[in-house]
């Protein structure tokens, strides 16, 4: 089962399969990853090329602190480009029953998925949804046992809503392997509020 509107704004597409419940970020650098990630490449190795091209024979005769700062400042910012290129612009985030893992993985348009984030499942304390003024989408957010916030998504909020009620309901399937009980994860925490 897949949800999830394609609004002109930031929304996430949910879908379930047995044991496991992912949310994809779903937004306009979403939908152009590929176009995002090629121009990232273009632009990243335009900068490096500079960086070197300031080495060249051919390049200006300059002093050799200018020749450092060109190379400098065109490598710093490469570097970002060049690693959201590699990287990619999609985020994912799996509650994974079967596993006991909460993951989330960062991939490119062509699915290469690198996992940023993973937690036994049990050390997920909440799930909840933060409310944003009317007209405005609202964030769907995790928190750790530590206390840390762990951002998943914006949606509007009927639609945080009902994904809030599915992961609840999936981690309620859950049991917690320290014993202890999770926050916000039994049927009398289906609030939603934050």
């Known amino acids: 089962m897949a ?14 399969s047995l044991g ?11 939908r152009h990853a590929r176009a995002v990630e090629l ?20 390049a200006p005769a300059s002093t050799a602190d200018l020749r450092i700062a060109v190379t400098l400042s065109a490598l710093s910012g490469a570097w970002p480009l060049l690693r959201l290129a590699f990287c990619g612009v999609r985020y994912e985030t799996v509650f994974d029953v079967g596993a ?4 989330q993985h960062r991939m490119t348009a062509g699915g290469r998925a690198r996992t940023v984030l993973t937690l036994p499942i049990d050390l ?9 003024p009317p007209g405005m989408p609202s964030h769907l957010a995790a928190r750790d046992a530590a206390g840390k916030r762990i951002y998943i998504g914006t949606a509007p909020l009927a639609q945080l809503e009902r ?17 202890r009980p999770r926050r916000g994860v039994s049927p009398t925490a289906m609030t939603a509020a934050a």
């Open 100 to 103: 006991q893992e909460f993951r």
């Open 39 to 58: 121009g990232a490449w273009a632009a990243g190795l335009l900068l490096v090329a500079s960086a070197l091209l300031a080495w060249s024979p051919f």
């Open 3 to 16: 949800t999830g509107t394609h609004a002109k704004g930031r929304t996430l597409i949910m879908s379930q």
């Open 20 to 30: 496991q419940v992912r949310l994809r970020r779903d937004g306009p650098v979403e």
């Open 163 to 179: 994904m809030h009620h599915e992961i609840v309901a999936a981690l309620c399937l859950a049991p917690a392997r320290t014993g």
């Open 124 to 132: 997920v304390n909440s799930v909840h949804i933060h409310r944003a």
